[in-house]
């Protein structure tokens, strides 16, 4: 008789494989070539990139967690994206009027929105600029077209007279095309809001496709958690909790992972300095990506784990490293005033030619 594991629940698991194919629908969510990087990464990093989460169905979870948890309401009036652009918006709105050689003052501006989501938390900053009779046109960017949709819909609803454009866009894996952000001189400004540069599997290429989509003029503003990674305290919360659990249960039945195989673990990771959402599996398993294009089979062993998301929070000095080393410089930044969020104003580097 072959003896049985037993794990922390007490449940006892075969020490069998369990073959098999991840649903056929995944080869409408994903193009070939961003199948083929989540094959790469599942097989060598044991880790399915947070960008791919948003896709499909993720699109809509989380911007369901969105409007419940995050857009103000009369029991919850604040918003920390939306309260940290206010408080910059002076800064920023001044930022663009002369360009850095004092040669061109500028009387609009173009908002390229980098992850734009659903485009909540831009509505007043933009509403702000639109009073002021200053913005050109507002370009949505996102890696799920599902979310741009949801982008089109509020923002000609609350802004029709301002020219909305959206392309699908992965900052991660390529700069800003200049086909998209158009060949005229006006400046501007990219934003990378919700805490997104947190969650990138690769921070430093995602902040040089910004740096190689900027001019001089241009400026990069975007937001963070601040704080040590390690001091977290073991308490889900937020996206942590609701978002995360959303895509645990679609990204398990999308990959055909049975319920009873795996569980959910949040955890610090020390190798990269975040905190991490897994699966982890309690039983051997191969996965067949044939019938979708990929000829490549992903065999993970019982008590392996793979990570569906993660979120890194900066310290200043390194955050300061990681913007020089991408060859970008902050020209100004401030901080919520529990200092848990920081928004970070940047620039191309003086040193840096454009």
């Known amino acids: 008789m072959i003896p049985k594991k037993s794990y922390s629940n007490s449940q006892a698991f075969p020490d069998t494989t369990r073959l098999v194919e991840p649903s056929l629908e995944l080869n409408s969510i994903f193009s070939h070539g961003e199948l083929s990087e989540l094959v790469h990464s599942l097989e060598l990093k044991r880790e399915i990139p947070l960008k791919y989460g948003y896709k499909g169905p993720g699109g809509k979870i989380w911007h369901s967690f969105y409007e419940k948890y995050l857009i103000p309401q009369w029991f919850k009036p604040k918003n920390v994206e939306i309260d940290l652009l206010q408080d910059n918006f002076d800064y920023i709105n001044s930022q663009w009027l002369t360009s850095r050689d004092s040669s061109e003052n500028y009387q609009r501006i173009n908002i390229i929105d980098v992850g734009a989501g659903n485009s909540y938390p831009v509505k007043k900053f933009i509403s702000r600029l639109v009073k002021l009779g200053k913005i050109n046109k507002y370009i949505a960017l996102d890696i799920s077209q599902e979310l741009l949709s949801v982008s089109k ?28 952000l158009g060949s005229d001189n006006i400046p501007k400004i ?21 740096r190689h989509s900027m001019n001089k003029n241009d400026l990069l503003v975007f937001t963070n958690e601040i704080g040590d990674n390690s001091q977290w305290d073991g308490i889900a919360r937020g996206g942590l909790k609701y978002h995360v659990d959303g895509i645990y249960r679609w990204m398990t039945d999308k990959l055909g992972i049975a319920a009873e195989d795996c569980q959910l673990v949040r955890k610090y990771d020390i190798k990269t300095d975040s905190v991490t959402a897994n699966i982890k599996f309690h039983r051997h398993y191969t996965i067949n990506f044939r019938q979708l294009g990929i000829d490549k089979t992903v065999e993970i062993l019982a008590d392996e784990e793979v990570t569906i998301w993660r979120h890194h929070k900066h310290q200043i000095p390194e955050l300061m490293e990681e913007l020089a080393t991408a060859g970008l410089e902050i020209v100004h930044y401030s901080c919520n005033k529990y200092l848990s969020h920081i928004m970070v104003i940047c620039q191309v580097a003086k040193s840096v030619s454009t």
Do not use: C, M
């Not at 990219?190 to 910004?210: C, E, P």
């Open 153 to 180: 819909a509020n923002f000609t609803k609350w802004f029709p007279q301002v020219q909305f454009e959206s392309y699908t866009v992965d900052i991660e894996n390529t700069p800003i095309y200049p086909e998209i």
């Open 190 to 210: 990219f934003l990378h809001l919700g805490v997104t540069i947190g969650n990138h599997q690769d921070r430093s290429k995602a902040l040089q496709n910004f």
